[in-house]
């Protein structure tokens, strides 16, 4: 049997609901042909349209159960002889696109109680060990014992769980060692209930952790492409690796329509400014993670793409009525949610024709009960976005915001730094509780709901061997290096203008681009190796004493160069949230003294706004090794830039 028959099979399989899936594996059937019978057969009903496909709201008590179990600590452990959920809503029609041969298996939800076990188990739980589990905290340190907050916050609060930051991630040793670490704390704290581990792994200018793990392009790169298979594989390659290090949910996908090209926090994180095209990316990265063993976190509910405000630092206003959501913003958690994703985030901003009271998205009871609950029909865990963020605050405590948006039908709550607040946090809700402000019952609800999650997911399970081996390999790398290639967009210009002419060339780069031994950028080496003279300029876009020095030197130098290539880093959201206009002005200069301008928009296309109207203008969305290698390969005419830019350079908000 060739490879392209058994491709065919995997993509059948890959058709399949979760609960034909699990007979095919549990019959452990090895003859393809078999196989191939079996697939006809339970393909044969013709697939559902989008508009048929139920929404998933997981009804696990009406599932038949192997052998009931009363739920104790000790049965906890062993819950995997309970039957799993079955998904009510046959998964959309899509095929499985080719993965490399490392790739895992195919990971399957696991056995889980049924919701009355589970308040059984609820009921015999404190309301502290309760509200713990509410909790997703932030916390500093690269170990367990260099870590002054993990053993007050696991061994005495029992917080349900830890969001993972830079800080906290140095390279797949340590990261698999601290999880490890954690867990093991967990499970011998309280009720013994283990932890999410969660990181933003969004890919390309938002990720954790980079030392020794693949680092794939980001929404809006993938989106590029023009291939939707290109979200599912870098989701599903991506999953192995976090699954490996210990990691059970990533913050993640994006799935804001960014068609505010001035927006200065979103950008790039999104698929792009289509709901068709965001909808269809989104949905195929919330079924790669989940495929692979990932919990998906689809954010920023109701939607944070369309305005030009930054919530970590002010309170956007998205003005739109609920009719104009539902035919945008809505569309790709709608989606999501028919594709079982495991958590959705909140956004720290304003509907107020949504909302008439005033109150912020993460506050309100009308966009998270009425709406995303009962309208949309959602029963996953909804976690705030970070409650120490300005958008969340407006001038109240952490423990203040916290209160209210449980109230409003939030899960979990969600703060980084530092201790005392999640210490407040924690005090806030069960005062609440005792004041009558909360009711227990719904404090239940949640945990039920976070429970399900980590029981669905294998949290309970016995812990697996760690094989390094499989993080970074060689096959996802090329994979990654695949996808960057082709997302390299021509903004502006014409593509004749590569290969660059040279010979001589002086390139002025942002120090987020990795740097060599050299301590010059992997595009500097790559220009060199194919026979360029470069000399190359670093800045440090938050220290303005470095950078008047490299101003100051590119000036001097441009009109000694055959071209100038500068990659801006930032530049829209510190334009629109710092008035920062340097890089808009320098630009400027550098085109008057050298007419022969590249500009690399390395963070975002929209910088392409306010760079000289003549100058050429790449992007590569995002600032990974092989995005870098990628525009190096575009500039030295090895590849064409092919990429589609999914979003327009239209702003309906003025620039400042």
Same mark, same amino acid.
């Given at each position: 049997?060739?490879?392209?028959?058994?491709?065919?099979?995997?993509?059948?399989?890959?058709?399949?609901?979760?609960?034909?899936?699990?007979?095919?594996?549990?019959?452990?059937?090895?003859?393809?042909?078999?196989?191939?019978?079996?697939?006809?057969?339970?393909?044969?009903?013709?697939?559902?349209?989008?508009?048929?496909?139920?929404?998933?709201?997981? =009804?696990?008590?009406? &599932?038949?159960?192997?052998?009931?179990?009363?739920?104790?600590?000790?049965?906890?452990?062993?819950?995997?002889?309970?039957?799993?959920? &079955?998904?009510?809503?046959t998964p959309l029609p899509w095929h499985a696109p080719a993965l490399p041969a490392s790739i895992a298996p195919l990971w399957v939800p696991q056995p889980a109680p049924t919701n009355a076990e589970l308040e059984q188990f609820i009921a015999g739980m404190s309301l502290e060990d309760k509200v713990g589990q509410m909790l997703l905290i932030g916390f500093h340190g690269l170990t367990l014992e260099g870590s002054p907050e993990l053993p007050v916050m696991i061994g005495r609060y029992h917080v349900g769980g830890l969001v993972l930051l830079e800080a906290n991630a140095r390279d797949p040793q340590q990261l698999s060692g601290l999880t490890t670490q954690l867990q093991t704390l967990a499970r011998s704290s309280g009720a013994g209930i283990p932890l999410f581990l969660s990181l933003n792994h969004e890919g390309g200018i938002v990720v954790r952790i980079t030392q020794g793990v693949t680092e794939f392009p980001g929404n809006m790169a993938v989106a590029a492409t023009g291939d939707p298979d290109n979200a599912y594989i870098a989701a599903a390659l991506a999953a192995q690796e976090l699954r490996v290090l210990g990691l059970n949910m990533n913050l993640a996908p994006v799935l804001d329509i960014n068609d505010e090209p001035l927006n200065p926090v979103i950008g790039v994180r999104s698929f792009g400014a289509d709901a068709d095209l965001v909808t269809e990316y989104g949905r195929l990265t919330v079924q790669g993670f989940q495929d692979y063993g990932i919990i998906a976190v689809a954010k920023h509910f109701p939607g944070h793409g369309s305005v030009a405000t930054d919530s970590h630092i002010a309170l956007p206003v998205l003005d739109a009525s609920l009719d104009a959501l539902w035919a945008h913003e809505l569309k790709p958690f709608a989606a999501a949610i028919d594709n079982h994703v495991g958590g959705i985030m909140t956004a720290h901003i304003l509907a107020p024709q949504v909302d008439t009271n005033g109150l912020p998205a993460t506050f309100s009871p009308v966009i998270l009960n009425d709406l995303l609950r009962q309208e949309m029909g959602y029963d996953g865990v909804i976690m705030t976005d970070s409650l120490g963020m300005a958008g969340a605050s407006g001038g109240q405590s952490q423990a203040e915001a916290a209160v209210l948006a449980v109230k409003a039908g939030a899960d979990m709550l969600v703060s980084t730094t530092p201790m005392s607040a999640h210490i407040a946090i924690w005090e806030a809700l069960i005062a609440a509780v005792h004041g009558g402000e909360l009711s227990e019952s719904q404090i239940d609800r949640s945990v039920l709901r976070i429970l399900r999650l980590k029981y669905t997911y294998g949290l309970f399970d016995a812990a697996q061997p760690v094989d390094l081996s499989l993080v970074g390999t060689a096959a996802f790398q090329a994979t990654a290096d695949h996808m960057a290639r082709a997302s390299v967009t021509l903004v502006r210009g014409s593509s004749a203008s590569f290969p660059l002419a040279g010979p001589r060339l002086l390139v002025v780069s942002p120090d987020q681009l990795s740097l060599t031994h050299s301590s010059s950028s992997f595009l500097a080496d790559a220009l060199q190796a194919h026979g360029y003279a470069v000399r190359e300029l670093i800045f440090n876009v938050a220290d303005q004493?470095?950078?008047?020095?490299?101003?100051?030197?590119?000036?001097?130098?441009?009109?000694?160069?055959?071209?100038?290539?500068?990659?801006?880093?930032?530049?829209?959201?510190?334009?629109?949230?710092?008035?920062?206009?340097?890089?808009?002005?320098?630009?400027?200069?550098?085109?008057?003294?050298?007419?022969? !301008?590249?500009?690399?928009?390395?963070?975002?296309?929209?910088?392409? !706004?306010?760079?000289?109207?003549?100058?050429?203008?790449?992007?590569?969305?995002?600032?990974?090794?092989?995005?870098?290698?990628?525009?190096?390969? &575009?500039? =030295?005419?090895?590849?064409?830039?092919?990429?589609? !830019?999914?979003?327009?350079?239209?702003?309906?908000?003025?620039?400042?």
């Open positions: 049997m060739d490879g392209k028959m058994i491709r065919n099979y995997f993509a059948k399989f890959h058709a399949l609901s979760t609960s034909q899936k699990r007979v095919l594996l549990a019959l452990g059937v090895a003859d393809l042909a078999i196989v191939a019978v079996l697939l006809g057969i339970m393909l044969r009903k013709p697939p559902l349209t989008v508009p048929e496909v139920q929404t998933y709201a997981p =009804t696990i008590e009406s &599932v038949a159960v192997a052998t009931p179990l009363p739920v104790t600590p000790e049965t906890v452990a062993t819950a995997t002889l309970v039957a799993a959920p &079955v998904p009510t809503s004493s470095n950078r008047e020095a490299v101003v100051a030197d590119a000036l001097a130098l441009a009109g000694d160069y055959d071209q100038v290539i500068f990659g801006e880093w930032e530049l829209v959201k510190r334009h629109i949230n710092n008035g920062d206009f340097w890089q808009e002005r320098f630009t400027a200069a550098l085109y008057q003294r050298n007419p022969n !301008l590249v500009v690399i928009a390395w963070h975002n296309p929209a910088a392409a !706004l306010f760079c000289p109207p003549e100058s050429t203008v790449l992007t590569a969305y995002g600032n990974t090794p092989a995005q870098v290698k990628a525009i190096a390969a &575009v500039l =030295t005419g090895e590849v064409s830039p092919t990429g589609t !830019l999914p979003f327009n350079l239209i702003s309906e908000n003025e620039a400042p």
